[in-house]
């Protein structure tokens, strides 16, 4: 089917799937919800505290876990609708990206030591990561060329970036700002990939406690900027898009709007039933040249520390990255 990016026209139809008011709010709680929980776990260590908290933990990973992957989700969709989706909502699924990178990365810092000692649950991660940057990167370049053809408040599909036959449209006083900004946001989120994956993988741990808090401070900024960009663009908050909307669907609460509210509450299952005693989880691992925190029976027992970093069965070591 031909595109057509000749004529924009007068209005476009709503997507509450990308941009309804549930899946806005469910993106911005969960990162909310996360990075307290991050912030509470890295104040709890940096104070020195005994036996940091297991529900906190499972709690946080598991909404880490459900913004990732939900993140992913969501620019695959948009990705596979770049012949009908405008660029306001592929703007806000960028947004979104960048919101959920953020969370990963806040949760890497804060439990870093239990996927150091788990190499599946740390490739998982290196590997969620990658996608996440790469997808985001692809949004990068789409958002960076209709600034540059000045179609970003267009009604135009954002494939019409790559169309020889679309007009240039007059382009506003910022588009200087924003073209930079956007390069700057690409360039930043490949630099913060590097750095995290250093940290996960990195053997020794120098330091660490600055890393985490400069870190954690990014990452809490980068969420909230995202989270102001959405809310003061997006037609489920403000009712005034920079585009032209036929239908007001962005705004109503249908059932999928409330099954995205609804998803935040399947991570509170599981701590009732590690409450419960149905799920058993591991132990906190100290940092290294910590000695680990046992409680009495373990002292009882005599159980030996565990190996604070478990190379994967392929390569590396507990002290190289390469060789064995």
Known sequence: MAINCTDAPGSVPSDAGVAGI??????????????????????????????????RRKLLNSYSDQQILTGIGLQSVGLGKIDSMVPYHFFIIWMLSLLSMAVHNATL??????FRRDWVLRWLRQFLMFVNLVLSCIYGVFILEAVNNGINDSTLPISCV?????????????TAVSFFGTIAVIAGNGAIFLLAT??????????????????????IASSIGATIRVCLMADAFVGNPPIQLSDKGEEQWSFGQLLSVGMLLLPLVSIVEILRGEIKCAPPVADE?????????ELQSGVQRPPSFQPNPFFGSQTNLFKK
């Open 109 to 114: 810092l804060a439990l870093v030591h239990d």
């Open 289 to 297: 040249g910590k000695e680990r925190l046992l409680d009495d029976n």
């Open 198 to 219: 250093w940290y996960l993988h990195s053997r020794t741990q120098r330091f660490y406690k600055i890393i985490q808090v400069v870190g954690l401070l990014l990452m």
């Open 162 to 174: 790559w169309q020889s036959d679309t007009p240039q449209h007059d382009k506003p006083s910022n």
């Open 22 to 55: 549930g899946v806005l709010l469910s993106f911005i709680v969960t990162a909310a919800i996360a990075l307290i929980i991050s912030v509470s776990l890295i104040f709890q260590e940096a104070r020195g505290r005994s036996k940091p908290s297991v529900l």
